[in-house]
């Protein structure tokens, strides 16, 4: 029981490593491709489709020499999913070109409340003080060493209610649908990949146009551009699959928490790789939003064991309830084994 439990700590470490490790690189991987200073690859939402096509072709060659199973979901939850998951990216890119990076980081802050009211409203579930604390403490943290300027206009306002609203619903329903069905984080992304893949790189080329106001056929491809965009969909492979196992084995809240490890990742090697500014400011946010994660951690172990505990104690009290019972049942069976030799 003790090598399973530690087992399963270490895949679930895998997987949270992996996530932090992919996501931080293939940031670090588009910031060089999309940025003034590097390749000018100005088509996010395009590659996003880039991202999903790599993905889905992975997962069709993963099925094809039975490395992973295919299992029956039906077609309208997958068109269902993806057309949130895709208004998800959608509404990302236009908040952050319609709205400030104070604002844009916000709403992104805003994820964990909505995540915790829609999981409440949709699922019924309730969280203990000590994780509200923590989810506080983190929000606050992430929010000091990231928010700057605060800009809102109504275009923008309505984009960022979208983006927070279509990414809360799409992390929630990874969970359910992977539990209702019975299917691995794998082949779930397998299924979804190439409907996101298509309508992606379908409509993407006239999102961007509309974000950049440049053409995709007009962009000059250079060997280095290649280089970072086949790297950011490599990259873009694990950070979808790391996604899914993550949502699988923990819940939206947790990944949304513990995801801000990223924002505090990104800051750093930004500061270390680009020379991007690190003030004091920066680094006390920092320093609170790690406290908040480890108080978060802290606090879902404390309600892990409270939930295991309650069912014993329920257990305990019957296991009594049934000694006392059998010995009311034995002392009337010695009062009539005593009539009866009388």
């Known amino acids: 029981m003790e090598s399973e439990k530690k087992s399963s700590h270490v895949s679930d470490m895998g997987a949270w490593a992996m996530n932090v490790v992919s996501s931080v690189g293939i940031i670090m991987a588009n910031k060089q491709l999309m940025s003034a200073n590097g390749y000018s690859f ?19 060659v993963s099925n094809a020499t039975g490395l992973s199973s ?19 990216i959608t509404g990302m890119n236009l908040s952050l070109m319609l709205n400030s990076v104070g604002f844009y980081q916000i709403s992104k802050l805003s994820m964990i409340p909505v995540v915790c009211i829609m999981e409440w409203i949709l699922h019924n579930k309730r969280y203990s003080k000590e994780v509200k604390m923590s989810v506080v403490v983190v929000v606050i943290g992430v929010g000091v060493c ?12 309505i ?12 992390q929630i329903s990874i969970g359910s649908l992977q539990k209702k069905y019975s299917i691995g984080s794998f082949e779930l992304l397998s299924k979804t990949a190439p409907i996101q893949a298509c309508s992606l790189l379908v409509l993407g080329p006239f999102c961007d146009y509309y974000l950049s106001g440049n053409l995709l056929l ?20 694990f950070c979808n699959v790391s996604q899914y196992l993550c949502i699988g084995r923990f819940s939206a809240v947790s ?14 090697l930004g500061w270390l790789l680009f020379e991007s500014a690190l003030t004091f400011k920066n680094i006390m946010g920092m320093l609170v939003a790690i406290a908040g994660m480890v108080i978060y951690s802290w606090a879902v172990e404390v309600e892990k064991q409270s939930n295991t505990k309650s ?17 009311e049942g034995m002392e009337k069976a010695d009062v009539e084994v005593g009539q009866s030799k009388a």
């Open 159 to 170: 984009c960022a209610c979208v983006a927070v609203l279509s990414t809360s619903l799409q």
């Open 146 to 157: 990231t928010v700057t300027d605060v800009k809102v206009n109504a275009k923008g306002f």
């Open 255 to 268: 990944f949304q928490v513990l995801g801000h490890m990223k924002t505090v990742c990104v800051l750093t």
């Open 218 to 237: 007009d962009y000059k491809y250079t060997y280095g551009a290649i280089f970072f965009i086949l790297l950011s969909c490599s990259l873009a492979v």
């Open 70 to 88: 295919s299992k029956h979901v039906p077609l309208w939850e997958l068109i269902w999913f993806s057309v949130v998951a895709n208004m998800s």
């Open 311 to 327: 069912p014993h104690a329920s257990k305990n009290s019957l296991t009594e309830e049934e000694l006392r019972l059998l010995k």
């Open 42 to 60: 100005t088509f996010a939402t395009t590659l996003t489709g880039f991202h999903f096509a790599v993905t889905a072709l992975v997962g069709m």
